[in-house]
């Protein structure tokens, strides 16, 4: 009997131990919601992997977004996508919007928004400067890019947590998100699609503290 109750016992502590362990001190339930965490607590550095699209060549990914200067929205997508992309570039639209100072906002130009192809077969600077076209993307605020190698795409997805499944019938299951890189390329937050407007505040702020 009291072998049985220490033998509960220990289970409880490593089981209590593991949970703490697996989320965080308890911060986190989820694995999206441990990428969010771990990358506010540790930002991630861009990798330098080679990009194109609409206007950009030769250039690498880590060169555009560590300007010194801006802080850049980014989020991933592919052009033949009919759900959560469409959504996605509705939110940008907004937000492209805001930082245009549309409205009574005023224009933030040390804010950028950047949308990623994985679908790097296919998307290319053509098909993306036709999509950028249909949603209304202005350059000096919203590019399109991909990342033409296979293998960089493969390695930017991991760096980042993006998890991209094949479906098997051309189109992909992933994990969409608002993906805040500072003026240094360092992803330092995540944000939920719906949290767009938290996203930009707090990409406003961080850039309002760029020295001119």
Known sequence: MIRTALLSAV???????????????????????????????????VPAVTIDGPGLTGLTLSQLLADGQSVTLVDFIYTRCQTVCLAAGSVYQQMQATLQGVGQSAPSPRVKLLSISFDGRYDNPLVLQEYA???????????????????????????????VVPDGRGDF???????????????VRIF?????????????????????
Not at 173 to 186: F, K, S
Not at 192 to 212: K, M, N, P, T, V
Request: aromatic share 8%.
């Open 133 to 163: 076209k249909r949603l209304g993307a202005s350059p000096p605020v919203w590019r399109f890019v991909r990342v033409p190698d296979p293998k960089q795409s493969r390695r930017l997805l991991a760096d980042f947590q993006v998890v």
């Open 173 to 187: 299951e992933h994990n969409a998100a608002i993906l805040v890189v500072d003026q240094h390329g360092r992803l």
């Open 192 to 212: 939920d699609y719906g949290e767009q407007q938290l996203a930009l505040d707090y990409a406003r702020d961080l850039a309002g503290g760029i020295s001119r």
């Open 11 to 45: 289970l409880a502590v490593a089981a209590y131990a593991c949970s703490a362990w697996l989320t965080h001190d308890f911060q986190v339930w989820t694995a999206e919601g441990a990428r969010r965490l771990e990358v506010a607590l540790q930002p991630v550095a």
